[in-house]
T-cell receptor, first 116, second 113 residues
């Protein structure tokens, strides 16, 4: 089974702090994703990466950055945390898709982040 | 912006009944996927239906896709208390790079024993 592990289930930080959320997958997947989930808004894509050192902005990248130095690890960084970044953060991974072969995403259990 | 919109937002049924939820989307897609999320956990993939397919089954799950109406439905038959969860549709747009998905807001399903 694919395992996507997020480093913390719950995290409390203060406004202005630099926050790191870590995600590790064990299936050699090329693609990795960071989402935030808020009630009534579903999942919104922050950033994704399709290879080491490659990254693409998602729908809501403002206030966030990412790092992918190794294939199995994808980090989300809140440069200067603000209260409106209080949310559930979900990491996912998937294999590279090929023509007509579509792949699901595999999710971690999420990090519930509170910014005070 | 949300590509998929689920309807209803919440559903409450008795154990043994069927649960149906719908998803509408806006742009052309390669495929549509349904995921389940138990409270406080990550999403789990249930089923994927390609744009050239009209219906797909997996155990007690039945998914239909109507690309002319840009809509899909998920039917859970003979529901169990363990089916209590939120269900999300996600679309892979023809124009999206990589394996990027766009998720809807979800349907919360409560199955009462």
């Amino acid at each position: 089974d694919v395992k996507v592990t997020q480093s913390s289930r719950y995290l409390v930080k203060r406004t202005g702090e630099k926050v790191f959320l870590e995600c590790v997958q064990d299936m050699d997947h090329e693609n990795m994703f960071w989402y935030r989930q808020d009630p009534g808004l579903g999942l919104r894509l922050i950033y994704f990466s399709y290879d080491v050192k490659m990254k693409e902005k998602g729908d809501i990248p403002e206030g966030y950055s990412v790092s992918r130095e190794k294939k199995e690890r994808f980090s989300l960084i809140l440069e200067s945390a603000s209260t409106n970044q209080t949310s559930m953060y979900l990491c996912a991974s998937s294999p590279l898709i090929t023509v007509r072969v579509y792949q699901p995403q595999h999710f971690g259990d999420g990090t519930r982040l509170s910014i005070l | 912006s949300q590509q998929g919109e689920e309807d209803p937002q919440a559903l409450s049924i008795q154990e043994g009944e069927n649960a149906t939820m719908n998803c509408s989307y806006k742009t052309s897609i390669n495929n549509l996927q349904w995921y389940r999320q138990n409270s406080g956990r990550g999403l789990v993939h249930l089923i994927l239906i390609r744009s050239n397919e009209r219906e797909k089954h997996s155990g007690r799950l039945r998914v239909t896709l109507d690309t002319s109406k840009k809509s899909s439905s998920l039917l859970i038959t003979a529901s169990r208390a363990a089916d209590t969860a939120s269900y999300f549709c996600a679309t892979a747009s023809r124009r999206a790079a990589g394996n990027k998905l766009t998720f809807g807001g979800g349907t919360r399903v409560l199955v009462k024993p």
